[in-house]
């Protein structure tokens, strides 16, 4: 009985080993399958790749050329500035240069004199018409501006002595000079200084008739300067 008893024992522990295996081996096998199915639906989804980050900033293609850039506007050419040298001009006071023929007139006389005056090529301007009588040269280098007070040489004829010397009380500091031949005349000389200007005046009697009188202010008259050159190149005619 006992015999009996250790062997239905010993057959029920062998039965209870045989299905705890079992069991054990089917949650292995599940496992395994469990797994096997995962990856297999993993290898046949499709793989998907990752997107390029977009950037911000343009994209060149390199099979289009880039274009050029705009050309810079070109800034319009400026005239020149007139050089300072130059004489600005002025249709009132035209050139004197070169040979200057003008008749003087003695005012209410039949006096005529004809005067003829060489100036320089450039740098002498005298006045379009002349007026009173008279005819005058300005040495400048701007005849846009000739004032009453510029230098100047001042050809006049008068009918007598008295008339030249009719504002001889306003003169001062009269000095005289030592006469000088103009154009085959002696003129008498003399320096004063009226109305604020200081004059140096040659003057006398035309073999034609009527008083001559020459009077400069503010011009260089010694020998070798262009005054000089142009009180020397007077005629008669």
Avoid: H
């Avoid at 705890?20 to 599940?30: F, H, I, P, R, Y």
């Avoid at 073999?207 to 262009?226: A, H, K, M, N, Q």
């Amino acid at each position: 009985m006992k015999k009996v008893k250790r062997t239905l024992a010993a057959a029920l522990a062998a039965t209870m080993l045989l299905a705890l295996t079992a069991c054990s081996k089917g949650d292995v096998t599940s496992e395994v399958s469990s797994g096997l199915a995962e990856l297999k639906s993993q290898a046949t989804e499709p793989a998907v790749e990752p997107k390029p980050e977009t950037s911000t900033e343009a994209k060149t293609d390199p099979a289009t050329p880039a274009a050029d850039p705009e050309p810079a506007a070109t800034p319009e050419a400026e005239p020149e500035p007139t050089p300072a040298s130059a004489p600005a001009e002025n249709p009132d006071y035209p050139s004197a240069a070169g040979l200057n023929t003008v008749t003087l007139e003695a005012f209410g006389t039949d006096y005529t004199l004809v005067l003829n005056v060489t100036c320089p090529d450039q740098g002498w301007y005298k006045p379009a018409t002349n007026s009173f009588g008279d005819f005058k040269l300005f040495p400048t280098d701007d005849p846009s501006n000739i004032f009453s007070g510029d230098p100047r040489m001042l050809f006049e004829l008068q009918r007598d002595l008295d008339k030249i010397n009719y504002y001889y009380d306003d003169f001062e500091n009269v000095e005289e000079l030592a006469p000088r031949t103009i154009g085959g005349v002696e003129l008498a000389g003399r320096s004063y200084k009226k109305v604020g200007m200081w004059w140096t005046e040659y003057y006398g009697e035309m073999p034609t008739g009527g008083w001559l009188s020459i009077r400069i202010s503010g011009v260089d008259i010694e020998p070798g300067t262009e005054g000089d050159a142009v009180l020397s190149s007077v005629t008669f005619g």
